[in-house]
């Protein structure tokens, strides 16, 4: 017996997995622990924390998920039973909440099996308060809400578990205060700020949450989203370098919430709210014009004979510099069936020569027969300066507002013309962007997409001849039937 109960503390105190399980059962005792592969890559994102391989984390997932227990409770408690010097900062919503998360730290390490498991890690005599517990070896875990004062406080680790609850998510002025916090105050407390770690658990309640205003700001946050059902295929990494297949569809977990459950839940909560707190891809109240059941997947391009010409599609930025918007390209492979393939999207920030040098390249790497550049802004310039450099470019004007384009263009995803593949590195950003327009921070990629797709009164097509017309599909392999363009 004391072989066995030496085992399990080795177990707990090199296994957060198992740690995370045992935490579970001391403060839910009678309910039943579900292991699913969500749990272990939550783990072992949280491993990743600890060991200073990441730096900047969110975790992204729907309510009842385990994501409290495992962030505000059984993560600290690990960290400190290994390193009882270690400061932690553990933040959420409310003064209430952020109590709550503090009693339930405090009941894990009063436990008989953690006291035996982590001999050194102790509550000491000075600080063990709701707010405040401080170890012998002067390491703590304090708590605190979005907005509280931190002042002349630091940490190692700063945890914040859902910053902003659902009630408050259509409030600009709640959103707003709760990611100023963010900046002036909590990512100013890491004690050493080139390997002090932060980490955000939350469920998405609006698109300008902290998560979407964090993501808007860089790039440098490591993001684990995890949807209640899979809107596509996806390997998510797991502990020991192992994946796990997730097939668009699945739920997250369906022992506890099974297909039928979340369909039902989605018709009592309503469409937006479900997008956003269980699917982590919010959407304005009105917005998202373009319905993501309307878009086919592809797994393979058209055969050769199949394809018509390809174009790109450029909405470049105002101003060509590094700091300025994004500048977009779109490439898309047109059928004889009408059908739009989109297989490559280029997006980046980049001063003019860069700028200037990517339209030749992209134009030459794709073949493109067409390329539509945005006659505004830089737009204007590079159409002047390319022209006889590259193939096929022509400057176009935009006609009505981006919304009003989109409206249009929108007609051909739900007509089932446009295809997106199934995977894609630049897959996610796009479909953060095209479904939740107009209510995305950005919307340079839809604007690429509207002009492309546009093929009436505001696109190249309607500026070719009937013969330019008739020598285009002669040069794809079509028989030319003359028609008068209308």
Known sequence: MASEARLLEALLRNDFRAF???????????????????????????????????????????????????????????????????????????ADLAKKH???????????????????????????????????????????????????????????????????????????????????????????????????????????????????????????????????????????????????????????????????????????????????????????????????RYSGLPPASERLFTLQSWDTASNGGPDNDWSVCTTWIVTRKKLWYLVDVWRRRVDYPTLKARVQTLANKWTARRVLVEDAGTGTSLVQELRGQVSGIIAVKPNGDKVSRMAVASAKFEAGEVLLPERASWLPDLEAELFIFPGSRHDDQCDSISQALLNKNNSWISCLTPQQWATLIEKAGRPVVRRRMI
């Open 102 to 296: 503090s009693n339930d730290f405090r009941a894990v390490l009063e436990s008989p099996w953690y006291r035996s498991t982590f001999p050194n890690a102790r509550i000491g005599p000075f600080k063990n308060s709701e707010t405040e517990i401080e170890l012998t070896a002067r390491g703590f875990r304090l708590a605190t809400s979005v907005g509280g004062t931190l002042t002349g406080r630091g940490g190692d680790i700063i945890i914040i578990d859902d910053p902003l609850k659902p009630d408050d998510a259509l409030s600009e002025a709640k959103r707003s205060a709760a990611n100023q916090w963010f900046m002036n105050t909590a990512l100013s407390r890491l004690d050493d700020k080139r390997i002090g770690a932060i980490v955000i658990v939350m469920q998405r309640v609006h698109v300008d949450d902290l998560t979407g205003f964090l993501l808007a700001q860089s790039d440098e946050w490591d993001v684990l989203s995890l949807p209640a059902i899979a809107e596509c295929d996806e390997a998510i990494p797991l502990w020991g370098d192992r994946m796990y297949l997730r097939k668009s569809g699945e739920a997250l977990s369906p022992k506890r919430e099974p297909l039928d459950v979340l369909d039902a839940l989605k018709l009592q909560i309503g469409s937006d709210a479900f997008s956003a707190q269980y699917q982590q891809s919010p959407a304005p109240p009105g917005g998202a014009m373009v319905k993501r059941h309307w878009v086919k």
């Open 20 to 94: 995370l399980r045992k935490v579970f059962t001391t403060l839910s005792p009678g309910q039943t622990y579900v292991n699913t592969w969500h749990i272990e890559a939550v783990a072992q994102r949280l491993e990743r924390v600890r060991r200073g391989e990441i730096r900047r984390l969110i975790i992204n997932m729907p309510p009842r998920s385990l994501k409290s227990i495992a962030s505000s409770v059984a993560f600290p408690a690990f960290v400190l039973g290994l390193d009882p010097c270690r400061r932690i900062i553990c933040v959420s919503y409310s």
